[in-house]
């Protein structure tokens, strides 16, 4: 059995777990606040972030999105989420670092901070300064998502790959908190309406964060 | 022919740099100020970051360090940088991240925007409350590196991996500006002599940066 220790707005923990859904493979999962740096925890992964995989027999930590990615294509090649070339790959990889780095920076880890993080740890009043440098920056992202998807089926080719997992897991946090605007990018709406309908994207859409109500449209198929 | 697009503070470039010697595939630099977005840049990476790898025949651009180091194991498999096992690659992968992501948020990406950005680009001075944090950070990592080295050959495990690549890399952007404290740090400094005097590392102790002169023990290798 896998484990896998999540947080309910980590973008990483949320594409860990729709990529396990689309490789069918089941598994259970904790909740693990990394705020709190837990000794069982930190033994398991020493940079103290989720989110982590564990696998018995043998038993495994996997720590990192990266090292859980890889592992999973690894560990579960079917089907293949990642490409069937070398280039393939490269691309896939390189959008995956997209969103994972320059979007989380940009607009992830800024909005998860200043609307989640200061107000449930206690930290300081929210910066507006920030969401707006959030909300200025999620638009060229959109605006990248739209021009992908003109000349491609999906974001990185003609297949389903782990970099529309990425994107959608980042865009997923932020659209709980009703933070994207969609109404303005139709085409990237659409992007995401067909990953809404996705079997394995079921769960996400069904989190329920304790004291914080998802916005109006975060379920909706049709939004 | 391989290009890199590259940059001397870059530890990305570096990393990419030794991984291609340790694979001895001839390459060639070219020098790019990410900061400048040249348009003819921003086509081959729209992220506008370095490094960048440029394949001839058939032309093809790999960009973000994740991406360029699976493509460099993918296309050039010998000699095996990242593992054997399954596991194994899941421990070079979560220690490549450590570096990556861990390190460079605390220590890298401190100093250099600190030192070298600021005076470099004229943009205000340096914070000296940066630069040590960073310095107390750096201690932590020293210490990881030394927990990890007591209980294996190299840091990932037997062999000499992508880990101490990356981490490598990261240290030697540091030390070029006299800013590791080695001498508290003995087994880690053994494990880098070790990295120093590899074939792999001699062009990156060259590196003779416009303007900036090395630390006095930065190319020695009994330092």
């Known amino acids: 059995m896998l484990t896998i220790y999540h947080y309910w707005f980590c973008p990483f923990s949320r594409k860990t777990r729709i990529a396990l859904q689309e490789k069918k493979v089941d598994f259970e999962m904790k909740l693990e606040l990394p705020w709190q740096r837990r000794p069982e925890f930190l033994a398991l992964n020493p940079a103290g972030n989720v989110p982590v995989l564990v696998k018995d027999e043998p038993r495994q930590a996997v720590s990192g999105p990266y090292a859980i990615m890889e592992f999973l294509e690894e560990q579960y090649?079917?089907?293949?989420?990642?490409?069937?070339?070398?280039?393939?790959?490269?691309?896939?990889?390189?959008?995956?670092?997209?969103?994972?780095?320059?979007?989380?920076?940009?607009?992830?880890?800024?909005?998860?901070?200043?609307?989640?993080?200061?107000?449930?740890?206690?930290?300081?009043?929210?910066?507006?300064?920030?969401?707006?440098?959030?909300?200025?920056?999620?638009?060229?992202?959109?605006?990248?998502?739209?021009?992908?998807?003109?000349?491609?089926?999906?974001?990185?080719?003609?297949?389903?790959?782990?970099?529309?997992?990425?994107?959608?897991?980042?865009?997923?946090?932020?659209?709980?908190?009703?933070?994207?605007?969609?109404?303005?990018?139709?085409?990237?709406?659409?992007?995401y309406a067909r990953i809404k309908s996705r079997p394995s994207f079921q769960a996400i859409l069904q989190d329920k964060i304790a004291g914080l109500t998802p916005a109006a449209h975060y379920r909706d198929l049709d939004f």
């Not at 707006?132 to 998502?145: V, W």
């Open 77 to 191: 090649p079917a089907p293949n989420l990642i490409g069937d070339t070398i280039e393939g790959r490269a691309e896939t990889r390189r959008l995956v670092e997209w969103f994972d780095d320059k979007f989380y920076r940009e607009v992830t880890s800024l909005i998860i901070n200043e609307k989640i993080m200061k107000s449930f740890l206690k930290r300081g009043t929210p910066e507006a300064a920030n969401i707006r440098y959030a909300g200025q920056n999620i638009k060229h992202h959109l605006k990248y998502i739209e021009y992908l998807t003109d000349r491609r089926n999906w974001l990185a080719g003609d297949n389903f790959t782990l970099a529309d997992i990425s994107a959608a897991a980042h865009l997923s946090c932020i659209d709980y908190l009703g933070d994207v605007p969609w109404q303005n990018f139709e085409k990237a709406k659409d992007w």
